[in-house]
């Protein structure tokens, strides 16, 4: 059973959100401030980590910080809707992904499960059970590293979430060939969550923006009007 630490100073988001994640069969520890949180953590580590940015005595960005300074386990961080500095400055320092308040709570459920696979195929690794979609792939100017979940395009490294790393992932591994909103939908999101394809369409053209902070000539994913998205080797 994987433990999820909860980290805000709402207490109806800890209540409501842990009652969720204990339904789905997770463990889970909350804490209403950074360095309560901090403190448990010292002692033990949980799985993952989910945090608010904006926190009294320790606020998300100095937790974040200091766990980075000893740990890689997973991080999620909730941010509000107008504070995209914050979600970008918080990719920058390590954070593995970002949901925005309000937020579906199964959208949350499954970011978490997206990342505490990406964890266990990292731990197989480490156990010399390496899978295929673990290794490193290169395609023309672009490489990904899964295990670290690093991307980069011309050298240049660019931050990518998970959802837009499995997007990307998903294209790149068969160049020429077309994906489907239905297959990329998934690719990023469990069965159970319905997304429309305008949410696929909106992942794409901001993977299409940091990519482009790279190149600006970036145009290796083709849209096909009606059909999909294929990525096209340069």
Not at 25 to 42: C, H, I, M, R, S
Not at 92 to 103: I, L, S, T
Not at 115 to 129: H, I, K, V
Request: hydrophobic fraction near 40%; aromatic fraction near 6%; avoid cysteine.
């Amino acid at each position: 059973m994987s433990k999820i630490a909860l980290v805000d100073d709402d207490r109806n988001i800890l209540t409501s959100v842990a009652m969720t994640l204990e339904a789905e069969g997770f463990e889970v520890e909350t804490y209403n401030d950074g360095q309560a949180a901090l403190d448990a953590f010292n002692k033990k580590l949980p799985d993952m980590a989910v945090l608010d940015i904006k926190m009294p005595r320790m606020d998300g960005m100095d937790l974040l910080q200091r766990l980075r300074q000893k740990t890689q386990m997973p991080v999620i961080f909730l941010t509000s809707k107008d504070d995209e500095i914050d979600e970008v400055l918080g990719l920058r320092m390590g954070a593995d992904d970002y949901v925005k308040k309000p937020f579906s709570q199964r959208l949350l459920v499954e970011r978490i499960r997206a990342l505490l696979r990406r964890q266990e195929a990292l731990n197989s690794d480490e156990a010399g059970t390496e899978a295929p979609e673990t290794k490193v792939m290169d395609r023309g100017n672009l490489r990904m590293d899964p295990l670290r979940h690093a991307v980069s395009w011309k050298g240049k490294d660019v931050s990518l979430t998970v959802t837009e790393f499995l997007l990307l992932q998903a294209l790149a591994q068969r160049p020429g060939f077309v994906k489907s909103r239905d297959q990329l939908m998934d690719v990023a999101y469990d069965d159970q969550v319905y997304v429309d394809d305008r949410t696929i369409d909106s992942h794409i053209k901001r993977l299409r923006k940091k990519m482009r902070t790279a190149d600006g000539d970036f145009a290796a994913i083709e849209t096909l009007y009606g059909i999909g998205y294929r990525y096209n080797e340069e």
